[in-house]
């Protein structure tokens, strides 16, 4: 039996900067770190390998240098990291991206469970969890707060909806998002660290992977950024004075005047 | 006068600081310059009204809670003022307002992001030369929201004061209002004592011409006052509570910040094991130990007691809900960190670490690792959680008792004593009913025995406890407050460190400068 758990590269901050003349994402000082809800993801498969005594694996797609976050999956105590790492794979959309997962996951033999972050803090589009799980036929469930049972055959997690939680149960072998409630994410040990650090990432290229090629990357993403740019949020404060009855009287006038209340006599 | 209005129900909560300590006060003022400073003192000098000086009210030791009079309060001077560049000494320095917090300046050096306004071309050409995160300002208190003044004024220390020393030692000038309104401007390496001789200058002409008392005060990095032959006229105001003059402006000196943050906290099978890991960190020869030659910038300790405490509160407090899962049968545990500019140095530094780890009984699965700044935070969020839990506990045992306040010690020996204190304060604390927990900087050989009193007759026992130490602690040689200051709570202690010969000594010597005695009533002098 075997989790495989997907993770993502992502930078280090949520407050992107944006080049005001290409308008593309400024990397440069910020480094690179695990996509926050993916160490959620990582603590669920390792307290499952305790529980379960099942095998973990760790997949990511990206540049060479994410062997380090792969790495630092293994120092957490992850069995073994798989990386997609080819100009192939470069410019996909989450479409793309969910293809070549697909791949990759074939191409270590399959898992009965997958376990994704929730979403990456660098898209926001929490896509690619769900249709890997329709690419590869299983079932899934979106942002898992808890894991309330698993075996071989099923699993019953607690989900968090808009609404509240629902408990939900399916058949396995199947796929899970997970949020911030499902742990919390450990460090690594020392032994984790000193075992680890050069430890080998097998990398897979497109030719590896039986997969149409044209389905991936930029060519195989359907879709297409225009423009990227930063809302401009600006609000306008405006200090009211005089008097407790001036001020509410000039209260009672803006509100009216935007449409909030409507002012009586 | 219109800075000064009466201290109403609604400034209640400026009657006390973080120490629990309530104190009273007939009038406040909130300055926004050295101007009101300086009108405000000139005005309680004639009238003869005490004055208690207040920053962001975040000491452990009563400092900030008035006892009676007037409470001037610095805390919305928050600009920073300039930057400089002194090529010969090759360090940057920063001016600023004394009510500046600590999280303020950390924030503004990691994303070089400064209000300029009213900066000098000069300041603003210095720090066009900056890069974000370049600088650091080392002084760590644990509460980043104290206030730089209030850090001087105390010669606050922290975790990585066992690298870079306290605040003191990175406080480069200073203007000061002194006790009549006049204001001296001093800076370290300019303005020196002549033996025990020394001469304040005063702006707008004139000096005052003062003697050090003719002791030489206990240790080198405690709180409290500090006379040397020769020294530093800073100095003279650094440790010293506000009881010598008020700090109306300090240029802090900055360093280039370290290129990899890194720590590891590891779980010790005994107190034994605990203390010899600290030792041989510290890079001590210990037989059977490799000698370790790397030095941290911090080494803290948690007993067994405050490893529960905070077991038992994270199941009460959200807050603590993302704290590390504590491992299994845990006797204490220790925290070190490292400050490199070689980022390639984490690997080589853990596999030296490793080897005393094992060395004293250690366990590397047991061993968390944090390998950047980031990660870092989760075990400093951990070592935090230990006092922010003690102050809760504190809040809830003063609704019962409201003569309960933070019962903390942060007394500290020569490293020969250091098994001697922790096991005073562990045999003491063993033979009593009390809750009690010890954690804190033992790098620097200055634990923090704290005792959670449930009633008045736990707290007074508290009190009696601390006195025995500060006795004992005296005779190594030790100082009774290596990090908070004496304040209000613990100058009974500062008495028995001091002896009533030098503590008269020290009265005399203030009267000299606050002849009416109106500066910072009841801190430290007793």
């Known amino acids: 039996m075997k989790i495989i758990v997907c993770i993502k590269q992502v930078p280090a901050t949520n407050e992107v900067r944006l080049d005001p003349v290409t308008n593309t994402i400024i990397r440069e000082g910020i480094e690179s770190i695990t996509n926050p809800f993916d160490t959620y993801a990582i603590e669920e498969a390792i307290r499952l390998k305790k529980k379960l005594g099942w095998q973990t694996a760790a997949l990511s797609m990206g540049i060479p240098a994410v062997k380090e976050i792969l790495r630092d999956a293994m120092a957490l105590g992850i069995d073994e990291a798989y990386l997609l790492s080819d100009r192939g794979f470069a410019g996909a959309d989450t479409l793309a991206t969910a293809y070549a997962l697909a791949g990759g996951v074939q191409k270590v033999g399959g898992a009965q469970l997958i376990i994704c972050g929730k979403m990456a803090t660098d898209g926001d589009t929490a896509q690619v969890g769900p249709m890997l799980a329709e690419m590869l036929g299983v079932p899934h469930i979106t942002d898992v707060a808890e894991i309330i049972s698993i075996d071989e055959k099923e699993m019953v997690c607690r989900k968090l909806t808009d609404d509240g939680y629902q408990e939900v149960k399916m058949q396995l072998p199947a796929l899970i998002t997970v949020n911030k409630e499902i742990n919390v994410p450990g460090l690594p ?48 404060n405006e200090w009211l004075t005089g008097t407790v009855n001036q001020q509410a009287d000039a209260l009672l006038n803006r509100l009216s005047e935007h449409n909030i209340i409507e002012k009586e006599g | 006068m219109n800075l000064i209005r009466p201290l109403t129900e609604d400034y209640s909560d400026y009657l006390r600081d973080e120490s629990r300590t309530l104190g009273y006060a007939d009038t406040i003022s909130f300055v926004k310059t050295e101007e009101d400073i300086v009108e405000v003192v000139k005005y309680c000098y004639e009238n003869g009204i005490l004055i208690n000086i207040q920053g962001a009210r975040t000491g452990l030791a009563g400092g900030a809670s008035p006892l009676g009079g007037h409470v001037l309060n610095v805390s919305r001077m928050t600009k920073i003022t300039g930057m400089r560049y002194d090529p010969k000494a090759d360090c940057y320095y920063l001016t600023v307002q004394p009510g500046v917090l600590l999280s303020q300046v950390r924030k503004a050096l990691e994303n070089k992001a400064f209000d ?88 707008g002409g004139g000096e005052f011409v003062g003697r050090l008392p003719d002791f030489d005060t206990p240790h080198t990095k405690d709180a409290g006052f500090y006379f040397r032959d020769d020294m530093d006229l800073v100095d003279l105001f650094m440790g010293s509570q506000g009881t010598l003059g008020i700090i109306s402006e300090l240029e802090i000196s900055l360093m280039p910040a370290p290129k990899i943050m890194w720590g590891a906290t590891t779980f010790l099978p005994s107190d034994e094991a605990g203390l010899k890991f600290i030792r041989a960190v510290r890079g001590e020869e210990i037989p059977g130990v490799p000698v370790f030659k790397h030095k941290p910038a911090s080494l803290e300790f948690f007993n067994k007691n405050a490893l529960e405490m905070i077991l038992k509160q994270k199941e009460i407090t959200t807050a603590f809900s993302q704290l590390l899962e504590i491992p299994e049968n845990f006797n204490c545990a220790v925290y070190t960190e490292f400050n490199d ?155 028995i460190m001091y002896g009533e010969e030098n503590m008269a000594k020290i009265k005399a010597f203030k009267q000299t400068l606050d002849p009416k005695n109106l500066l910072s009533p009841g801190n430290i002098i007793s």
């Not at chain 2, 206030?147 to 220390?157: K, L």
């Not at chain 2, 366990?363 to 959680?385: G, N």
């Not at chain 2, 100082?479 to 613990?490: L, Q």
């Open chain 2, 116 to 203: 300029i306004a009213g900066w000098s071309q000069e300041s603003i050409d210095v720090l066009s030369k900056i890069k974000p995160g370049e600088l650091f300002f080392s002084p760590d208190p644990t509460e980043t929201t104290a206030s730089i003044g209030g850090m001087a004024a105390c010669n606050a220390s922290g975790a990585r004061s066992f690298l870079y020393g306290s605040t003191r030692v990175h406080i480069h000038a200073l203007r000061v209002v002194l006790a009549d309104g006049s204001v001296t401007v001093l800076e370290r390496g300019v303005h020196k004592a002549h033996g025990r001789d020394f001469v304040l200058p005063l702006e």
């Open chain 1, 189 to 236: 040990s020392m032994q984790g660290i000193l075992n680890t650090y050069d430890a080998p990432v097998t990398t897979y290229t497109v030719p590896d992977l039986d997969v149409a090629p044209e389905l991936l990357g930029l060519a195989g993403s359907p879709t297409q950024v225009v423009r990227t740019f930063i809302p401009n949020l600006t609000i306008d």
């Open chain 2, 341 to 495: 500019a070689d980022p390639e140095s984490f690997l080589p530094i853990l596999k030296e670490l490793a080897q005393v780890v094992v060395a004293c009984d250690g366990d590397l699965d047991r061993t968390w690792v944090a390998k950047d700044a980031r990660e870092l935070e989760k075990l400093i969020f951990f070592r935090h959680t230990v006092p922010e839990t003690v102050d809760m506990l504190v809040d809830e045992n003063k609704k019962n008792e409201p003569c309960i306040t933070l019962l903390s010690t942060d007394m500290s020996v020569e490293d020969k004593d250091f098994e001697k204190l922790y096991h005073l304060y562990k045999s003491t604390l063993e033979k009593t009913n009390l809750h009690w927990v010890i954690f804190g900087h033992s790098g620097e050989n200055h634990f923090h025995p704290n005792i959670m009193a449930r009633n008045k007759e736990e707290f007074e026992q508290g009190h009696a406890i601390f006195k025995e130490w500060a006795k004992e602690v005296s005779k190594m040689g030790g100082t009774i407050t290596a990090e908070h200051g004496a304040g209000k709570i613990k100058r009974e202690l500062a008495l």
